[in-house]
């Protein structure tokens, strides 16, 4: 196995699984083991200055002769949905186009994952089945490390100064809370937290959560007639009366959904979590007025129970911001066009610790990673993708 898929496997052996319920920061103590690891990589290539704050956040910086300060950035933590412990990565040769097996019976198949098709003839790296990979972003943080490790060997090549700055908490809308931009000086900076190598992303989902809190009327149900309201049943009721064609399943490219992430309850009392995505700012405004409304309606109908409805913004769309330093993307385009990648202008159907950063002065748009099926057992690794994208990178901070 190749040096930089060895790095990679060792990062996502790691278990840092963010937690949205903590109210801390890093929401885990584990994010911090793979920056202490990181710390040391990067000390040992060259970096310095390497080190890791109070809140987990890890910065450097390589010097250079050329006249830019580029920033590189990748996020920590892996996501809430699948288990990121006691990951088992397993190499999948020159994929056929088949189903590749997994454990406990899963396989996974392209006629559900087209985007597999993509890949025929190239390595990849799966899960076992029973945990995420985790590409999602330590695929960015290999990627920028073995970009590093490049000029650590290679002194004599010119480059601008590098700012690296790897994250916490991205995977809860946290990443850049306490993120230090003094600290990380730079001019401008590329999140390496995608997916398709080819694709320059500048824009992202407006993103809101929404938390609703109800209160029943709880008495003993053989006594309940005219009297019992079952909080979980409410709960139930408002859910189904969301619009049910938009959801993430109904939803692609430019389209925005409501998404249940959570939903508990009991006749006292019930919790939903709904996270609300839009491109638009009319269109996440829209999906928050039809979910207080049925919150509304709800109570309207049962005005004995109590209903409460938190909105919280999460992120917004970075295009407005990355627009303003067209010169950023172009620098992006003629590192892939040097690589023999024509580049696709994308969106993300999410977000990146680069949208807050771009609104902040950071103009900081987002490129490939080469892993795919995020936040889940399916998730996997082109190889031979991953190792063009150090290339790109190598190529950004010399141009």
Known sequence: MQDSLKRFVRYVRINTQSDDTTGVTPSTECQKNLGRL?????????????????????????????????????????????????????????????????????????????????????????????????GDDKAGIAIIMQALEFYHEHPEVEHHTICVAFTVDEEIGEGTKHFNYEEMGADFAYTIDGADIDRIECENFNAKSVTIKINGVSVHPGEGKGKLINAGKVASELVASLPGDETPFDSEYDQGFWHLTEMSGSPDNAVIHIIVRDFEIEGIERRIEYIQS?????????????????????????????????????????????????????LIRGGTDGATMSKFGLVTPNLGNASFNHHGRFEYLDVQDYEKMIDVVVDILRI
């Open 38 to 134: 990181l710390v040391e990589e990067l000390l040992s290539l060259g970096l310095e200055d390497a080190h890791m704050d109070e809140w987990g956040n890890v910065y450097a910086h390589l010097e250079g002769t050329l006249g830019l300060k580029i920033g590189l950035n990748a996020h920590m933590d892996t996501a809430l949905e699948v288990s990121g412990e006691n990951v088992k990565p397993c190499l999948v040769r020159e994929y056929k186009g088949g189903p590749i097996k997994l454990a406990n019976g899963l396989e996974m198949n392209p006629k559900t994952f087209p985007s597999l098709l993509k890949h025929v003839g190239h390595d990849l790296i799966v899960t076992d089945g029973n945990t995420l990979l985790g």
């Open 294 to 346: 049925a919150a509304n309606l709800v109570k309207e109908k049962y005005p004995q129970i109590e209903v409460e409805v938190e909105v919280k913004h999460q992120y917004e769309n970075m295009k407005q911001y990355v627009l303003r330093k067209p010169e950023v993307i172009e620098h992006a385009k003629s590192a892939l066009r040097n690589n023999g990648i024509e580049p696709v202008m994308g």
